[in-house]
């Protein structure tokens, strides 16, 4: 079966401070990695995703992913973050079989 | 804006009553999903739709039905709910079930369970 734990649930920081979320998985078979964020009041929108190739991984409003296999980590990063990058990230992994398993999530403030 | 449309966004039902919630899509995905989220949480997986056909059902409890009437519709049909199924139910789309294929996910429908 698959996990995925996400290190922190809650993290504070200012803006153009830089931001790293961690998250590791246990999956047995291909590994297909998502991050999505879910801004206040809005959808689920998807930040960037690894299936196979470069493990360095770019998505959108600047944010970056990168997978390291020996560690079983799909970490996420942004250099320098925005007020408006307050919400909360969610890690995921899905399966062959459309199973879509997502963390626990971690919430972002920015701070002005 | 999300292209996966969910409606309603708000349903207030009391525990005899039947409802449904709906979900359209019209990117020509071939799977659909319903997850059902509660406040600070991640989604959890209720069921998969590939090819119109139930192919994943998470032990769902029968007071939840789902049913997908083509391609680009999917339904939840709700009977005989009680207070702890009030949570956000999301629904989402992906082009294929596939691994590699992310979710679309709609905006929700908020259900408080009376």
């Known amino acids: 079966a698959q996990s995925v734990s996400q290190h922190n649930h809650h993290v504070i920081l200012s803006e153009a401070a830089s931001l790293e979320l961690g998250c590791n998985y246990s999956?047995?078979?291909?590994?297909?990695l998502f991050w999505y964020v879910q801004y206040p009041g809005q959808h689920l929108q998807l930040l960037l995703k690894?299936?196979?190739?470069?493990?360095l991984v770019k998505g959108i409003k600047g944010f970056e992913a990168e997978f390291i296999k020996s560690k079983f980590s799909f970490n996420l990063r942004k250099p320098s973050v925005q007020w408006s990058d307050t919400a909360e990230y969610f890690c995921a992994v899905k399966d062959s079989w459309g199973k879509l398993q997502f963390g626990a999530g971690t919430q972002v403030v920015v701070t002005p | 804006d999300t292209e996966v449309t969910q409606t309603p966004k708000h349903l207030v039902m009391g525990m005899t009553n039947k409802k449904s919630l709906k979900c359209e899509q019209h990117?020509?995905?071939?799977?659909m999903y319903w997850y059902k989220q509660k406040a600070k949480k991640p989604p959890e997986l209720m069921f998969v739709y590939s090819y119109e056909k139930l192919s994943i059902n998470e032990s769902v409890p029968s007071r939840f039905s789902p049913e997908c009437p083509n391609s680009s519709l999917l339904n939840l049909h709700l009977h005989a709910l009680q207070p702890e199924d009030s949570a956000l139910y999301l629904c989402?789309?992906?082009?294929?079930?596939?691994?590699?294929?992310?979710?679309?996910f709609g905006n929700g429908t908020r259900l408080t369970v009376t």
């Open positions: 989402a789309s992906s082009q294929d079930p596939g691994g590699n294929s992310p979710l679309h």
């Open positions: 999956y047995g078979g291909t590994v297909n």
């Open positions: 690894y299936f196979s190739g470069d493990p």
């Open positions: 990117m020509g995905h071939r799977a």
